[in-house]
């Protein structure tokens, strides 16, 4: 194992005193390493439920025979950061993202990875990192935030960018705009609709680096019960579990 260059021999015995600092015991360190990069944060709308996927995977790999690891790759939000000077911050991030998660992987001799990315510059800067670090990788995306509904139209958030254009064309009243903006964005996920983020899901999905509806399935579903949520979190435990097993 790859891992073995930190974790086997008598020159490794100050790297084990550091992985029993972690709480690692024998037996996990005697397993495969697989890192869990989970993108969560709280302000990026598709990563803001991605530490519940993370629990997900992490279990799976455990039921696989895998020790996890996980450690967190950075997010932006282009929507947020559109027209004003955070828009110069936001492409320069798939390359750090790509840097950083190299770095992390390299350094600590992760044995496989599985990246849980969603947005737009997340997504390949992760695939960049995948090609470059070379060890076995799965990628778990969060997927698409629900449709709003207006009117009985579907809407997305470039009908908010429309929205405004109305407003400022006298086209639509304030408390239009402001009902358009509330009705929106009713979930989580990244935005609704075939922009980057999407786009890359599924490109990740088609690639065969993604698991069977990486770019399809929503992040957040409000109408599913308890009941099934926790049939859905077993099936992904249970995926999870398939594909780390095959990676390894």
Same mark, same amino acid.
Request: proline share 5%; with cysteine.
């Given at each position: 194992?790859?891992?073995?260059?930190? !974790?086997?021999?008598?020159?490794?015995?100050?790297?084990?005193? &550091?992985?029993?600092?972690?709480?690692?015991? !024998?037996?996990?360190?005697?397993?495969?390493?697989?890192?869990?990069?989970?993108?969560?944060?709280?302000?990026?709308?598709?990563?803001?439920?991605?530490?519940?996927?993370?629990?997900?995977? #992490?279990?799976?790999?455990?039921?696989?025979?895998?020790?996890?690891?996980?450690?967190?790759?950075?997010?932006?939000?282009?929507?947020?950061?559109?027209?004003?000077?955070?828009? #110069?911050?936001?492409?320069?991030?798939?390359? /750090?993202?790509?840097?950083?998660?190299?770095?992390?992987?390299?350094?600590?001799?992760?044995?496989?990875?599985?990246?849980?990315?969603?947005?737009?510059?997340?997504?390949?800067?992760?695939?960049?990192?995948?090609?470059?670090?070379?060890?076995?990788? %799965?990628? %778990?995306? @969060?997927?698409?935030?629900?449709? @709003?509904?207006?009117?009985?139209?579907?809407?997305?958030?470039?009908?908010?960018?429309?929205?405004?254009?109305?407003?400022?064309?006298? #086209?639509?009243?304030?408390?239009? &705009?402001?009902?358009?903006?509330? #009705?929106?964005?009713?979930?989580?996920?990244?935005?609704?609709?075939?922009?980057?983020?999407?786009?890359?899901?599924? /490109?990740?999905?088609? &690639?065969?680096?993604?698991?069977?509806?990486?770019?399809?399935?929503?992040?957040?579903?409000?109408?599913?019960?308890?009941?099934?949520?926790?049939?859905?979190?077993?099936?992904?435990?249970?995926?999870?579990?398939?594909?780390?097993?095959?990676?390894?």
């Amino acid at each position: 194992m790859r891992s073995d260059a930190v !974790k086997t021999g008598t020159q490794q015995a100050p790297h084990r005193s &550091l992985f029993n600092a972690l709480g690692m015991t !024998k037996e996990e360190m005697e397993r495969p390493l697989v890192g869990i990069v989970c993108s969560y944060n709280e302000i990026v709308p598709g990563h803001m439920n991605l530490d519940k996927i993370a629990q997900a995977v #992490k279990l799976g790999v455990a039921m696989a025979g895998g020790t996890p690891v996980m450690f967190p790759a950075i997010a932006v939000c282009d929507g947020i950061a559109m027209g004003h000077i955070g828009m #110069k911050y936001s492409l320069v991030t798939r390359d /750090l993202i790509a840097d950083s998660t190299e770095a992390m992987a390299l350094a600590h001799q992760f044995d496989a990875l599985v990246m849980i990315p969603n947005c737009d510059k997340n997504v390949p800067g992760l695939l960049m990192a995948a090609a470059r670090i070379n060890v076995p990788t %799965v990628f %778990v995306s @969060g997927g698409p935030m629900l449709a @709003g509904h207006l009117n009985g139209h579907k809407t997305s958030l470039s009908s908010m960018f429309e929205a405004v254009g109305a407003y400022a064309a006298g #086209k639509l009243t304030e408390e239009g &705009l402001t009902e358009c903006e509330n #009705k929106t964005c009713p979930t989580c996920g990244s935005c609704s609709g075939m922009y980057t983020a999407n786009s890359m899901n599924c /490109l990740t999905e088609v &690639l065969g680096m993604g698991l069977k509806g990486n770019g399809t399935i929503p992040l957040y579903i409000p109408s599913v019960s308890v009941l099934q949520s926790m049939q859905e979190c077993r099936l992904w435990k249970c995926t999870a579990a398939t594909s780390v097993q095959e990676i390894l």
